[in-house]
């Protein structure tokens, strides 16, 4: 992606269903379970810069004795920072006491990060403070072991004013204005609840307190927790979390926006917010691993139960689209073939702007996400070729010359990589001239590719969000090859509407379509449209949010997706560079057939998922008018 852009956080959670001591007679070591999450947080180390963080908890410590141990770190070399200090821990108890540090039963009474159950967070702030304190995973403490929390996500909450109003009607006084914070007091109020009641219940029986505190353990109602806890929850999630005693769960939202996956044995259970993750640190086959259901929660009891539960109904599934063709590695075996039919399918497109002179056109795409799309771009126009090549060479019905036929058998598309992403350049320079400049180099070209005045580049990206990037570097270093012109080609649609869910998109003034439906509005005389627009978003302030529609849609609405893209295109193009630039968009229905089972595309096409989005896009576009650089949502 040419314009860097924050997006979703990442999860990993283990449960060890062995005592530690099968781990380290079978694999060699009693910290097998640490040494998993470390290699599951680095296998998604793309889902997270701002900062991580790590809990365990220990099952049956004696009172008075620390189960619960958590470390988080901030920047984008945190998992690095958080492991090495546990590393630390360890090694020089390796140097003096080997055969402690093989003692399974001494590590767990005496050293902390050594548990059953292990939680990893990986994380990217959408728009909120970085802050060790904005780190997860989150803890909620009490005495009772079983009313201990411990939180993590890859989440985001459209409702967190509603959410606050109904804890403080609980009697509550949460610290600060976050969906991180409503969604950890949300679930342990109703943690809190659930005990009670067993309490109540069991003490009523003659049970000592002593005994009911087990009692409570072994009872408690992970499922209905989360049910009361989610009821009112308007957003899209990935929540994992674990209790004092032991019992874990990871939940899903309705739709299924964000991702989660699943795999366990007789030996391990784990869940990651990638399947590759899965695969690569335990050998485990495509197949074998599971996707929570959206509504559905993983729960793991502390006796080792494992069920998938659900807590709220299903909806229409609308999993984050984005996640396929831009956030997730592109290691997933699924991943991998829909983002190479991502770019086979803007062939058609390519051709025609090229005028299917493939000849004097160089392919290539901009570093280093868009590289598998672009395979799929070479795959369709190969095929062009050889389907070019057995039709004339066949179906025709004179002799073909000998010239002809050389010509029409030495047609071979031209591949190459022409743009190079260097290392950031600092823009430690304080003056915006001098600034401008550096970040036009943040791109570098390959010379000695492009035929002077005669080619046009096609370069593949694979979203383009702002522009800036675009018309600040890349068409400014491409124009020094001399071309003819210049095909920039994403193989996402039109970004329209902004992300309520976890990705960092969330003002209006920041997507280069919604600047050329707005230019183009005003170059025809329509302004009344941003008018009316506005005026209805005002209106619906006040409607039941399930009443709302999304009214930004009206700004699109007078032009044809050509239309707005040939304006995308102006505002893109540098007003000093001589070759001609055309942007090409992936079709909607498009990126459906390339991408059946995520059909999450709110920020392409206006449609949320949640009553909640549609009220946010409203207030985004009000933002915007109103002149308010602020997203349009709560968020940590």
Known sequence: MSDSIKHECGIALIRL????????????????????????????????QDGAGIATIKFDIKPGNRYISRYRAMGSSAVSEIFEYVQRKFAALQQTEPELFQDPHWLKENMSFVGEVLLGHLRYGTHGKNSIENCHPFLRQNNWMSRNLVIAGNFNMTNVDELLEQLFELGQ??????????????????????????FDKFKREGYSNVEISALIAKNLDVTNILRRSAKTWDGGYTISGIFGHGDAFVMRDPAGIRPAYYYYDDEIAVVTSERPAIQTAFNIKFE???????????????????????????????????????????????????????????????????????????????????????????DGINNYVRKLQ??????????????????????????????????KLRTFITQDADRQDMVAHVYDTTYGVVKSGE????????????????????L????????????????????????????????????????????????????YIIDDVYQKCVESLDMDKTMVPNHVKAIYEPFTYEEISAEIARIVTPIDIKAKVEVIYQKLEDLHVACPKNKGDWYFSGDYPTPGGNKVVNRAFMNWVEGKNVRAYYSA
């Open 17 to 48: 269903l062995k005592p530690l001591s099968y781990y380290q007679e079978k694999y060699g070591t009693s910290l097998y379970g640490i040494n998993k999450l470390y290699l599951l947080m680095e296998k998604q180390h793309n889902r997270g």
């Open 455 to 474: 080619d046009t580049i096609v370069a593949i990206d694979d979203s383009i969000v702002r522009g800036t990037t675009l018309k600040q570097s890349i």
């Open 173 to 198: 006084h949460p610290k600060e204005q976050a969906d991180t914070v409503t969604v950890l007091e949300k679930i342990g109020h109703f943690l809190d609840t659930e005990n009670q009641e067993l």
């Open 476 to 527: 400014k270093i491409f124009d020094r090859l001399n071309p003819v012109k210049i095909i920039i080609v994403s193989s996402a649609p039109q970004i329209r509407y902004p992300d309520c869910y976890g990705i960092d998109m969330s003002r209006m003034g920041e997507f280069v379509a919604f600047e050329a439906a707005i230019s183009l509005l005003r170059k025809n005389g329509m302004n």
């Open 288 to 378: 074998d691993i599971r996707e929570i259901k959206p509504g559905h929660a993983l729960i793991i009891k502390k006796d080792g139960t494992i069920t998938e539960e659900m807590f709220r109904e299903q909806e229409e599934q609308k999993s984050c689209s984005f996640e396929r063709i831009y956030f997730s590695r592109g290691s997933d075996a699924e991943i991998y073939q829909e983002r190479k039919q991502l770019g086979k399918l803007l062939c058609p497109a390519i051709l025609e702007g090229i005028n299917y002179d493939i000849k004097n056109t160089v392919f290539s795409f901009i570093p280093n996400t868009a590289e598998v799309a672009f395979y799929g771009v070479t």
């Open 390 to 423: 057995k039709d004339t060479l066949l179906k025709r019905s004179d002799k073909i010359s000998d010239n002809e036929l050389e010509e029409m058998l030495n047609i071979s598309p031209r591949f190459e990589k022409l743009s190079i992403k260097d290392a």
